[in-house]
């Protein structure tokens, strides 16, 4: 394991535990409803999760760089155990719920600036297409594993199987020889214009996603009548899609530029976003889920890549807490909405909630050019 170069480390890490990360994400929804919780009750407690980092964002922007990366790495899934057990027995659900956040803001501050430290600066873009790869092409293996197992032992228990991913991802960056360097304080004020410029097309988006991502389970299940294990194997499908679209996604940034990459993939992913709400074959239906996935998601590593150059180092754990913290809570208030729309409404509702996602998008994508119009020294 230690004759792997530190970044590969990492890489492999970062599979591991999103492997845990993505079974949890995708079967929540169902693992509450196997406890009894109705759909709006589903809503907040998926607000519940995003809400959480939002609350501890500004706190962990001060505290990471002081604590440093790798620590504050090791702290994120040390919450992480406790928080899924809990979640997956059904005992104090919301306070693991808010548990899991917090380690989750804790992951989404350190893991991209101790990557970037782990790399050199002109392979960047190359690092993080890799590690966003493996990340979502993790969710391929758990997606269907979580459908599978919901047939064995039922929607109830199948959280638990999370658990031993986050700990064999453990020892691959335990003692990760990483100099921290000189732990500089946060000074955002100075740099407050800067920091919204880059997030707004980021948080708008965020908010047009809430509306229906958090439910896309559901609403293909519920539209066509699928079972756990057939759904478990489209959203496999799509994480798949994804990480090969990331994959693909430098030799693009060669011929567009990190920006033009950014819009053209996102800008393309919308038609298929249009046919994933409104076509009524199902053949259909799930070739649009995979491209608009693949496509829309393609662009996060390489604006992860792009925003490192703006940005001073100490800066960077507090700017992707603030941006994850933005997005979550639009996130968050955009998904508790939509519960309560759909609790009114039906299946119905789906119809408004993707238009409002589809003009969001549109918006946000529009933006990227004004975020990214001057590179800051």
């Known amino acids: 394991m230690h004759k792997l170069s530190p970044a590969y480390r990492f890489l492999l890490a970062g599979f591991l535990w999103s492997f845990g990360g993505n079974l949890v994400y995708f079967f929540l929804n169902f693992h509450l409803e196997a406890l009894g919780f109705s759909r709006q009750a589903i809503g907040l407690a998926q607000a519940v999760v995003l809400l959480s980092g939002v609350a501890f964002a500004l706190p962990l922007a001060y505290l990471i760089p002081r604590l440093g990366f790798l ?50 600066e002109g ?31 039922g929607a ?23 100099v921290e360097g000189e732990r500089r304080p946060l000074r955002l004020s100075r740099r407050l214009f800067l920091w919204l410029r880059l ?88 070739l649009a889920l995979l491209i608009r996935g693949a496509l829309m998601n393609a662009a996060g590593p390489v604006y992860a890549a792009l925003v490192m150059d ?28 939509s519960g309560m729309v759909q609790g009114a409404m039906g299946l119905k509702a789906f119809d408004y909630l993707f238009g409002v996602t589809l003009a969001l998008y549109a918006l946000g994508i529009a933006l990227w050019p004004w975020a990214f119009r001057k590179r800051v020294d």
């Open 71 to 120: 620590r504050s790495l090791h702290l994120a899934f040390f919450l992480t155990l406790p928080a899924v057990l809990l979640l997956g027995l059904g005992l104090l659900v919301f306070p693991s719920l808010a548990l899991y956040g917090l380690a989750g803001a804790l992951l989404q501050g350190a893991a991209a600036p101790l990557l970037a430290r782990l790399v050199p």
């Open 123 to 153: 392979r960047r873009v190359a690092f993080f297409s890799l590690q966003a790869a493996l990340t979502t092409m993790s969710g391929f293996f758990s997606t269907l594993l979580a459908g599978y197992l919901s047939e064995l032992f």
């Open 156 to 178: 109830r228990w199948v959280l638990l199987f999370a658990l031993p991913f986050f700990l064999l991802g453990l020892p691959f960056v335990w003692g990760l020889p990483v």
């Open 199 to 286: 997030l707004l097309p980021q948080v708008v988006i965020g908010f047009g996603a809430g509306l229906v991502i958090p439910f896309l389970n559901l609403y293909l299940k519920e539209k066509f009548g699928l079972t756990y294990g057939t759904t478990g194997l489209i959203f496999a499908l799509s994480s798949l899609a994804t990480g090969a679209a990331m994959l693909l996604q430098p030799l693009l940034v060669q011929r567009l530029g990190r920006l033009g990459a950014i819009v053209f993939v996102q800008a393309l992913s919308l038609p298929f976003l249009a046919a994933l709400a409104w076509a009524p074959w199902l053949p259909l239906v799930t």
């Open 310 to 337: 703006y940005l001073d180092e100490e800066e960077r754990p507090g700017f992707f807490l603030v941006e994850s913290a933005l997005w979550s809570l639009l996130f968050a208030m955009a998904s508790a909405l």
